[in-house]
């Protein structure tokens, strides 16, 4: 599986932006699907999972109620709706993928087999 994540860019606080994730295969439907962000010199950190089906979802804190992930198995395509977006959102944004991932272990990074190369989202004050 391939990733490939766009949509990032510059926007200013509590504006929005909707970032993609782009998967090739055909067993993209098989996939879990997260996004995590890091800031350099800081961890990577998750954001929100989503199950194979989009019956399951799971958030960060930090997040909830501000961002919604959504996927179209149709169009291998996992999205993620920032909205409400704050300064401390800016970071370099990444899609993975992961089989038979649910619930709470979308959470965890090392559950997950591919990953992106990221699209920077900088939200300025």
């Known amino acids: 599986v391939q990733l490939q994540a766009s949509g990032g860019g510059l926007v200013q606080a509590g504006g929005s932006l909707r970032l993609s994730c782009a998967a090739s295969g055909r067993t993209f439907s098989r996939y879990a699907m997260g996004w995590f962000r890091q800031v350099p010199g800081k961890e990577r950190e998750f954001v929100v999972g989503?199950?194979?089906?989009?019956?399951?979802?799971y958030y960060a804190d930090s997040v909830k109620d501000r961002f919604t992930i959504s996927r179209d198995n149709a169009k291998n395509t996992v999205f993620l709706q920032m909205n409400s977006l704050k300064p401390e959102d800016t970071a370099v944004y990444y899609c993975?993928?992961?089989?038979?991932?649910?619930?709470?272990?979308?959470?965890?990074?090392?559950?997950?087999?591919?990953w992106g190369q990221g699209t920077l989202v900088t939200v300025s004050s």
């Open positions: 989503i199950n194979w089906s989009g019956g399951s979802t």
């Open positions: 993975a993928a992961g089989r038979g991932v649910s619930g709470t272990s979308l959470g965890i990074a090392s559950f997950y087999d591919y």
